[in-house]
């Protein structure tokens, strides 16, 4: 089975700096996805990794090590609109010719001024 | 712009009635998926489908089933609904392909209460 570890709760001045991390146990790893969800609405993409490294898009960075079974998402220049919650997601081979994601539990972040 | 509905935000329903959660996709997506979000579980995979009328079990699928006549089209069915069944549902699609981003999209959610 999969296993996706993310911490439950963060807080971070705005302004600042933080980074989430998430640890992952698979079989079949095809990638490693961030989504964020604010309160009562669906996920939207962030980010995705394949390859060992760093992918940064604007304020928010992904970065994966697949020896290690680990990734986090680093958000700079916290913004209050930045509170939501964040999800680690690992997309595996499923055995009918695709492919589906198991996401971590999330990690809320509150962002305070 | 890419866009997955949702035939309700909000429905309440009584034990034991037949519920159907119906979701729409324009994208011309292969991939459709259904999950469950509950507070300190997370998201749940229920079921997927990678083409018409094909339906895979993820890993929560007791008490649904699913039906995929169409391809932009992807029901969620609970056959005789439960309180344990209160939850957020989402449906949400992507393109087939398994390697490149393809990232799932999501709908809006249902939140169903079962009294």
């Known amino acids: 089975g999969q296993n996706i570890d993310q911490p439950t709760e963060m807080t971070a001045t705005e302004g600042a700096i933080v980074q989430i991390n998430c640890t992952y146990q698979?079989?079949?790893?095809?990638?490693l996805f961030w989504y964020q969800q604010h309160a009562g609405e669906a996920p939207t993409f962030l980010s995705y990794?394949?390859?060992?490294g760093l992918e940064e898009k604007g304020r928010f960075s992904s970065f994966l090590s697949r020896s290690k079974g680990y990734s986090y998402l680093l958000l700079k220049e916290l913004q209050m609109k930045d509170s939501a919650s964040y999800l680690c997601?690992?997309?595996?081979?499923?055995?009918?010719?695709?492919?589906?994601?198991?996401f971590g539990k999330g990690t809320k972040l509150s962002v305070i001024p | 712009d890419v866009k997955v509905t949702q035939s309700s935000r909000y429905l309440v329903k009584r034990t034991g009635e037949k519920v159907f959660l119906e979701c729409v996709q324009d994208?011309?997506?292969?991939?459709m998926f259904w999950y469950r979000q509950d507070p300190g579980l997370g998201l749940r995979l229920i079921y997927f489908?990678?083409?018409?009328?094909?339906?895979e079990k993820g890993d929560i699928p007791e008490g649904y089933s699913v039906s995929r006549e169409k391809k932009e089209r992807f029901s969620l069915i609970l056959e005789s609904a439960s309180t344990n069944q209160t939850s957020m549902y989402l449906c949400?699609?992507?393109?087939?392909?398994?390697?490149?981003?393809?990232?799932?999209?999501f709908g809006p959610g249902t939140r169903l209460t079962v009294t």
């Open positions: 949400a699609s992507s393109s087939l392909l398994r390697t490149g981003t393809y990232e799932q999209y």
């Open positions: 698979t079989s079949g790893f095809n990638g």
């Open positions: 990794n394949v390859l060992d």
């Open positions: 997601a690992v997309r595996v081979n499923s055995g009918a010719g695709s492919y589906q994601l198991t």
């Open positions: 994208m011309d997506h292969e991939n």
């Open positions: 489908s990678y083409d018409v009328k094909m339906k």
